[in-house]
């Protein structure tokens, strides 16, 4: 059991039958009153944002999460078979658990969060940002410029993004892993 006054952003708590954690908080005095702690959570499951606030000295359950570095391996049916980089242990992970799969090839190192209790995966992230190659794309038109003009490419991976029409077929893209928007060529 934790206060409510020790959550800090990351700080993972059980409440209303599943996991959140803390991604902002705020200690509040109002004009008259107690002190309160305005919290945002994420729910890891769904990946809900939930508004809460709680009374200081109030008395919440913590959960102990671990974070470590797996590596994709392969595909298999639904699930994503990674291994642990400590371990070497193979672990099956469903898609949905995994924010920025469309963005993930073989041998990406993803950090997995589980809970330390019980051991259960509770959610897998890529990086924030990583570089893919362009298999296909349409050549940009020459003097097509007077707006930040964009173009469909597909990636290594299969899936279409929006690029500037500079960018060529082969060329080596960063590529941002929550919302699947260009970010720049990468020099080789």
């Not at 809970?115 to 190659?133: Q, S, V």
Request: aromatic residues 6%.
């Amino acid at each position: 059991m934790i206060n409510s006054q020790d959550i800090k952003k990351g700080t993972a708590i059980r409440m209303d039958g599943g996991i959140w954690v803390c991604i902002e908080f705020q200690h509040r005095k109002p004009g008259k009153g107690n002190t309160v702690m305005n919290t945002k959570l994420k729910n890891v499951t769904d990946g809900r944002v939930l508004d809460r606030t709680f009374q200081v000295g109030m008395k919440l359950e913590d959960v102990r999460i671990e974070r470590r570095p797996y590596q994709y391996l392969y595909k298999e049916g639904e699930d994503y078979i990674f291994m642990n980089q400590e371990t070497y242990e193979q672990v099956p992970i469903a898609r949905d658990l995994v924010t920025g799969v469309d963005f993930m090839k073989e041998s990406d190192v993803v950090e997995v969060v589980s809970d330390a209790d019980t051991e259960t995966i509770l959610f897998a992230e890529m990086p924030i940002k990583t570089n893919l190659r362009i298999t296909h794309s349409e050549p940009g038109v020459k003097g097509d410029t007077a707006t930040n003009a964009t173009k469909p490419a597909t990636l290594e991976t299969g899936v279409e993004i929006r690029v500037p029409l500079f960018i060529n077929e082969g060329d080596l893209v960063q590529i941002d892993t929550r919302d699947g928007s260009y970010l720049n060529r990468v020099k080789e």
